[in-house]
């Protein structure tokens, strides 16, 4: 079980007990947290229904993700990979009334903030446009090293989602789901 009380062998990336110290501290960023933010516009709340059609084809859902209804997915606008959160009850208590692309209300604490606006679930007006342009440059740059005849593709998953994978497998690894060695 995890601190929150969720089954360890069901994967889930809760934002209510993110495992900060399971992701590399270079890939979390310092945002402005403070402002005028928005609920990001290309997230979907799964308890608002279905997803829409332009995200339906590409959310999956995998026997051993854990059950909830209350997951915000969010797509990243430049890889356009789809990533779910699950939400505890503080933190869908502060999402459940609001809606993607609208402001923000000023009462959600500090704390929650940071989170959230790590997930990129709370944005600025302008982020889309600086994730694209910023996926770019690493892009171009990537080309450029590939010409060795391999890369490393940083900032592909998620860093939330880094944790929660280690913390999955871990668990995974413990109880013995897979033969490690040579």
Known sequence: MTPHGLPSDLYHCLLDEQPYYLVPPRLLRQPEIFGNVLI????????????????????????????????????????????????????????????????????????????????????ASDTANQRRRQWEEWV????????????????????????ALRRYYRHRVRRGFYSLGD
């Not at 308890?47 to 995200?55: A, L, V, Y």
């Not at 797509?75 to 959160?85: L, V």
């Not at 171009?140 to 944790?163: Q, R, S």
């Open 40 to 123: 990001n516009p290309d997230c979907w709340f799964s308890w608002e229904g279905p997803p829409p059609p332009d995200k339906a084809e590409r959310v999956e859902w995998n026997e051993n993700f854990l059950p909830s209804d209350h997951i915000v997915w969010v797509e990243d606008p430049a890889t356009h990979a789809i990533w779910p959160f699950w939400l505890g009850d503080e933190y869908f208590n502060y999402l459940r009334t609001m809606a993607p692309g609208r402001l923000v209300r000023q009462d959600i604490p500090c704390h929650v903030r940071w989170v959230l606006t790590q997930a990129n679930i709370l944005v």
């Open 140 to 163: 171009e740059g990537f080309a450029a090293t590939f010409e060795n005849g391999y890369v490393v593709l940083e900032n592909l998953i998620h860093p939330f989602h880094i944790g």
